[in-house]
C-alpha cells in the first residue's frame, strides 16, 4: 500500500497536539528512487480522516469510534479493523508464540532488535525550508544503519482538534497486539517516546533503506493544502463496493487450520 510515512505520521502528530481549525485536505506527491510514484490525498476533519493513494487504496478512520476501513479501488472491496480485531489479533498472535518454531524465529528477531533498539535516534538537522507555502524544520530519525527518515514538520499548518480519547483507545489496541513481540515491542515504544518531540504537522519525508547494501529511497512531499469543510460523504464506502473478511484475521485462520 503506496501511502507513506508523512501521511500515517501526520494522522498520529494530528491527533496528538490539537489545534481548532478548518477541516483540511492534502496532496502529496511521491516518489520511489528518484521515480514519480504517485499522488495521495489526505481528509482531515475533527472526527474523522481519509487517505487515499493515486492505486486506489484508501484509509477511512472513524476517530470517534476507532474503526479503520480498508478499500481496494481495482477490486471494489473493503473490510473493517475494530478494537475488537485488534484484541483478537493480540490473542492469536500470543498464542502463536507457543509453538517451537515461531518461538525459534521470534528470538533471533528479538536478538536483532535488541541490538537496533539503542541505535533509534531522532533529533533536529538544523535545516528549515518552505513546503507549499509553510515553513518547516527538518528532523532526522535514524535506525543505526538500517534507515534514516527525515522529516520536515511545520507548526504553522492548523490542523483540526482530534478525538484524542478515541485515538488513544487504538494506540493502546495496537500496543496490546504487538505485546505479543516481546523485546520488539520495547524497541516500537522507545522510538514513540523519542518522536514526541518533534512538533507539528510533517509536509515532507524522506525516507531511506539500506539493507545489505540493498539501499531504496522513497520521498513524500505536500504540494497542495485546501482548508474548507469536507462533505459527511467522504467518509462513506462508495456504491458497488462488497465487504470482504479482515484478511489479517483471516491468514491467522488460515495458519491455524494448518497445523491441524
Known sequence: MQFSTLTLTAFVLAAGSAAASDDLTIVSKHTQDGKPAGTSTSYLTSDHVRMASEEGHETIVDLKTGVMTMLDGKKKTYYTVTKQDMEQLAAKMKERMNDPETKK?????????????????????????????????????????????????????????????????????MKNMMSAFGPMAKSGAELAEKMKNMKGFPLGSSTVVDVMGHKTTTESEVTEVRKGSIPASAWEIPAGYTKVENPMLKAFEGHGHSHR
Open 105 to 173: 524465529a521470534m528470538e533471533m528477531m528479538a536478538s536483532m532488535s535488541g541490538s537496533m533498539a539503542t541505535s533509534f535516534d531522532v533529533k533536529k538537522t538544523g535545516a528549515t525550508r518552505k513546503i507549499a507555502g509553510y515553513g518547516c524544520e527538518e528532523w532526522a530519525i535514524t535506525m543505526g544503519t538500517l534507515s534514516t527518515i527525515k522529516e520536515c514538520v511545520s507548526t504553522e499548518l492548523q490542523y483540526p482538534a482530534h478525538a484524542w480519547d478515541a485515538y488513544k483507545d487504538f494506540a493502546e489496541s
